[in-house]
């Protein structure tokens, strides 16, 4: 009798293994599907496979990672954060995956939970370079400067002459008052990447603090041909033309503004409206 047991209990433990073996062969046949379909960028297609493949074998990492990073692509950001936190939970030595994590929760507006992920993948992977500019990227919108100068000059070393982070620490440079650093990262970016308003914009306003008025009207002329939409790039032009007593130049770079952004803040429309009244000549009176 218990001979019979023994073998019941065997049985059992060879059809768990069996079906186990079973499960991840069907969870990599699915992942090795969703990665084809993400290669023919049929990406809702590769999701349903991934979404089968973890529910096949849920300690499979790549496939939650591959999952959060389809789900960030297609907008799903609260599913693409619990995918990418499971990927985490999996392998958190593995960087790229706190990379996804950090660049989801920023999509999502969680600046601090993305500096947490990003900086975990730093600390495992100090030369990356995107890793590296994402957390300058953050650190500068929340006013960081000097942080945000530490890891784009580290971005930038890691990886030259990308245009977008030249800009930015171009940006965090002018913020923290080094207009000489500011001016050199502009202008590279400027020269890297000609047709970007965005660029042209921020060296002139580089110019514009550093009084090379002259220069910086021709960078902002740049930036509004290439952007006819850049509001702040019409006021600032405005502002110099009138410094520079160009008063119809000033005017119609004013106007220009308040087309843009009539409505959005009528105080400051009325003080430009103002400007403009102020720049233009008096009417004639008529001769009796």
Do not use: C
Not at 54 to 83: Q, S
Not at 232 to 260: H, I, K, S
């Amino acid at each position: 009798m218990r001979s019979v047991r023994v073998w019941a209990v065997l049985l059992l433990a060879i059809l768990s293994a069996s079906a186990g073996a079973q499960g991840t062969s069907e969870a990599d046949a699915h992942y090795r599907s969703a990665v084809a379909l993400k290669e023919q960028g049929k990406t809702d297609e590769a999701i349903r496979e991934l979404e089968l493949a973890v529910v096949e074998r849920p300690t499979h990492f790549m496939a939650w990672n591959t999952l959060g990073i389809l789900y960030k692509k297609r907008g799903d950001l609260d599913k693409a954060i619990d995918a990418l936190e499971h990927a985490v939970k999996l392998m958190p030595s593995e960087p790229n995956a706190q990379s996804n994590l950090g660049m989801a929760y920023y999509r999502a507006g969680r600046d601090d939970d993305a500096l947490r992920a990003l900086e975990a993948a730093a600390k495992l992977q100090p030369k990356d370079a995107d890793v590296q500019a994402n957390i300058g990227t953050i650190l500068k919108k929340k006013g960081d400067w000097s942080g945000a100068i530490l890891h784009l000059e580290l971005a930038n070393q890691y990886k030259p002459n990308d245009p977008q982070v030249l800009s930015n620490l171009g940006v965090a440079y002018a913020k923290a008052k080094r207009y000489d650093d500011a001016l050199a990262a502009n202008k590279k970016a400027v020269a890297l990447q000609p047709q970007n308003a965005s660029f042209h914009f921020n060296l002139a306003s580089t110019m514009r603090r550093k009084e090379m008025v002259d220069e910086a009207i021709v960078e902002y002329k740049e930036a509004v041909r290439l952007d006819p939409n850049l509001a702040d790039g019409w006021y600032d032009l405005g502002v110099l033309y009138r410094q520079n007593r160009e008063n119809p130049q000033a005017v119609e770079a004013f106007q220009r503004y308040l087309e843009l952004t009539k409505g959005k803040d009528a105080a400051a429309d009325q003080r430009v409206a103002d400007d403009i009244k102020a720049l233009q000549p008096p009417p004639q009176k008529g001769k009796k």
